[in-house]
């Protein structure tokens, strides 16, 4: 087994403002991702790591920078919050490196719940 | 592109239930299609996976079937009960790429 850890777990920010959102996981996982969840939207992928030093834009990359610090973490930062903006971000990882090849079921953390003011 | 539509945004229910959520799918790809269940405060999970045309998965009394002709895929359970009330979402994954759908919220009455 293992964990999906995402910090932090709620994050206030201010118009414009730059902010980071951090996860780790422990399954010895090749691949993470982040995806947004908006209400009534579903979940869109913003970025996602196949490998330790790779990085992919997803279908909703536009605002947002990503950086795979290490096969357990990878991190996502917001370039410029705007305003009254509300979602949760979720980071996920998959066991196998290629999803081509062979199916791997994607593991999710609890979320980062952002509020813009 | 890739798309997966989910028509039901919500649906309540008492227990004992029958339930029915319906999504449909587009590719160009050879889809392999999945269901999550994402409870309050929690990410996501697998509940099941569906590979094979026409055939079934279950997993905890739920059951996904799967239509190529009408590029159409179910979940549905007998008799919902109130632990049952989550939110449910369709998936579709072609190539690289993992396609969620907007998601059916599931109330169940006691």
């Known amino acids: 087994g293992g964990i999906i850890t995402q910090t932090p777990k709620f994050l206030i920010g201010q118009e414009g403002q730059k902010l980071t959102l951090k996860c780790q996981q422990n399954f010895n996982h090749d691949t993470m991702y982040w995806y947004r969840q908006d209400s009534g939207k579903g979940l869109r992928l913003i970025y996602y790591s196949i490998t330790e030093n790779d990085l992919q834009k997803g279908d909703l990359s536009e605002g947002y920078d990503a950086s795979r610090e290490k096969k357990s973490s990878f991190s996502l930062t917001v370039t410029s919050a705007q305003k009254n903006e509300m979602a949760v971000f979720l980071c996920a990882s998959s066991r196998f490196r290629d999803w081509g090849v062979s199916y791997a079921e994607q593991f999710f953390g609890p979320g980062t719940r952002l509020t813009v003011l | 592109g890739d798309s997966v539509i989910q028509m039901q945004g919500q649906v309540t229910l008492s227990e004992n239930d029958f339930l029915f959520i319906n999504c449909t799918y587009s590719t160009t790809g050879y889809p392999t299609l999945f269901w999550y269940v994402q409870y309050s405060g929690e990410g996501p999970q697998l509940l099941l996976q569906?590979?094979?045309?026409?055939n079934k998965g279950s997993s905890r009394g739920f059951e996904a079937t799967y239509d190529k002709g009408t590029t159409s895929f179910h979940l549905q359970k007998t008799s919902v009960q109130e632990i049952d009330s989550a939110v449910y979402y369709c998936a579709m994954r072609a190539g690289y790429k993992l396609t969620f759908g907007t998601g059916t919220s599931l109330l169940v009455d006691p």
């Open positions: 569906v590979t094979t045309a026409n």
